[in-house]
């Protein structure tokens, strides 16, 4: 399943497809972006970050891309399972020495279908 | 401890009262980040601390905003004449300095009455 950002706020999966989730971001100054994920009641959980120097970038069954000509991440989850289900955040942050404040996105709800 | 965390987890006040909202990072991590979360919204930036300094508190909305990190660890949120506007989740976050990979603590529900 795809979202296509702020105008898709929820997405749907079944359990074991791909999911991806994408965001628009707005500063071209931003020198790292991130994805965290946040699931209720909690805190945002960081899951993995790009550089502004790179276009791809991989974890553990997740892989972030970044297009900076249009200025849009996305963040790919591999077999999409039950405990994905939350929401989640792209952030980004302005390059600005040690103070790494975060401009966040409005968010994309992941609910997994077993 | 192991992560960041944030006392108290709820918070029910009177409009126009005081109240402190209680973080403890990470031990050893310089980097301490207030962020304000409603409803459905991502987190908006509050203030920043390296060490013991506000090193950015360009987020905090008006003067009844303050923040304190005395000994360069804990670190107390106040806010004063509390507003209804003012509900919300306050979410703490800790990091090593330049980082962007921070932990946060699991927030304080402020709801003013």
């Known amino acids: 399943g795809e979202n296509v950002g702020l105008h898709l706020p929820t997405l749907s999966v079944q359990e074991g497809d791909n999911s991806i989730i994408n965001c628009a971001y707005s500063?071209?100054?931003?020198?790292?972006f991130i994805w965290y994920k946040q699931e209720s009641g909690k805190g945002p959980q960081f899951i993995i970050d790009i550089r502004s120097n790179m276009d791809k970038r991989q974890g553990q069954r997740v892989t972030v891309l970044l297009n900076k000509t249009v200025k849009h991440l996305s963040l790919q989850i591999a077999a999409t399972q039950p405990g994905d289900s939350a929401v989640y955040f792209c952030?980004?942050?302005?390059?600005?020495?040690?103070?790494?404040?975060?401009?966040w996105g409005l968010g994309t709800s992941l609910a997994v279908n077993p | 401890g192991a992560g960041v965390s944030q006392t108290p987890s709820n918070k029910v006040t009177e409009k126009g009262k005081y109240v402190e909202l209680r973080c403890d990072p990470i031990?050893?991590?310089?980097?301490l980040y207030w962020y304000r979360q409603s409803l459905g919204q991502g987190p908006e930036f509050l203030i920043y601390?390296?060490?013991?300094?506000?090193?950015?508190d360009s987020g905090l909305p008006n003067d009844r905003f303050f923040a304190v990190r005395p000994e360069g660890s804990v670190s107390t949120l106040k806010i004063q004449r509390t507003e209804r506007g003012d509900s919300a989740v306050y979410l703490c976050a800790s990091s090593l300095t330049g980082g962007v990979g921070y932990t946060f603590g699991s927030g304080t529900r402020l709801t003013v009455v």
């Open positions: 500063n071209s100054a931003s020198d790292y």
């Open positions: 031990s050893g991590h310089t980097a």
């Open positions: 952030a980004e942050s302005p390059n600005a020495g040690n103070n790494r404040k975060l401009i």
């Open positions: 601390f390296q060490g013991t300094g506000a090193a950015d």
